[in-house]
Nanobody, 117 residues
Framework: QVQLVESGGGSVQAGGSRRLSCAVSGIILSLNTMAWYRQAPGKQRELVANIMAGGITNYVDSVKGRFIISRDNAKNTVYLQMNSLKPEDTAVYYC???????????WGQGTQVTVSS
């Protein structure tokens, strides 16, 4: 059974940093595409960043240069380091697992990040 459990959300002032973690069980990280999505109030869920099985990373334009996705295969954990946070980064952040470029097949429960100006 695949389980994804996010942690690290909370409130932060604009310009600050936050690191999200996603503890994964039931799959081998290095064989999957791991991703972070977010959903702001009244908006559709969007892909923020992903890391492919081979290690290639991708980011939505709005977070390039500020966010870093990484994984620790030994700890079966995926991270999202968020720097220079902006109020528009406020959202519920979800960890997701998928294969290749396909849609995720498993989701975490989400963690709220609130950035105040």
């Amino acid at each position: 059974q695949v389980q994804l459990v996010e942690s690290g959300g909370g409130s932060v002032q604009a310009g600050g940093s936050r690191r999200l973690s996603c503890a994964v069980s039931g799959i081998i990280l290095s064989l999957n595409t791991m991703a972070w999505y977010r959903q702001a109030p009244g908006k559709q869920r969007e892909l923020v960043a992903n890391i492919m099985a081979g290690g290639i990373t991708n980011y939505v334009d709005s977070v390039k240069g500020r966010f870093i996705i990484s994984r620790d295969n030994a700890k079966n954990t995926v991270y999202l380091q968020m720097n220079s946070l902006k109020p528009e980064d406020t959202a519920v952040y979800y960890c997701a697992a998928g294969l290749g470029l396909g849609n995720p097949y498993s989701w975490g429960q989400g963690t709220q990040v609130t950035v105040s100006s």
